[in-house]
Nanobody, 119 residues
Framework: VQLQASGGGLVQAGGSLRLSCAAS????????MGWFRQTPGKEREFVAR????????YYADSVKGRFTISRDNAKNTVYLQMNSLKPEDTAVYYC?????????????WGQGTQVTVSS
């Protein structure tokens, strides 16, 4: 599946952004989806994932209660709603697809979208 992330930008601390990840192909609904982020010099960090149906989600502790992952299989799109943003949330955000949810193996990645949170 091919993925295209969008929605990044510059926002003040405490603000909100919603990222989108549009997928091509008719099998999107069979994939679990994840969001990751990366800052220069650091390894890519898991943020959130969602099952193929949207019924199960899982979050990194650093974003729990502030970020919400969701999906619309009719639109082949997964979202990441980010609220109460902090400067430490600044990163390039990537979406990824996995055939599995409980033990994901991400095989397809989007190109990334920059999120910058100013203090």
């Amino acid at each position: 599946v091919q993925l295209q992330a969008s929605g990044g930008g510059l926002v003040q601390a405490g603000g909100s952004l919603r990222l989108s990840c549009a997928a091509s192909g008719r099998t999107f609904s069979s994939y679990a989806m994840g969001w990751f982020r990366q800052t220069p010099g650091k390894e890519r960090e898991f943020v959130a994932r969602i099952s193929w149906s949207g019924g199960s989600t899982y979050y990194a502790d650093s974003v729990k209660g502030r970020f919400t992952i969701s999906r619309d299989n009719a639109k082949n799109t997964v979202y990441l709603q980010m609220n109460s943003l902090k400067p430490e949330d600044t990163a390039v955000y990537y979406c990824a697809a996995s055939r599995f949810f409980e033990r994901p193996v991400y095989t397809d990645w989007g190109q990334g979208t920059q999120v910058t949170v100013s203090s």
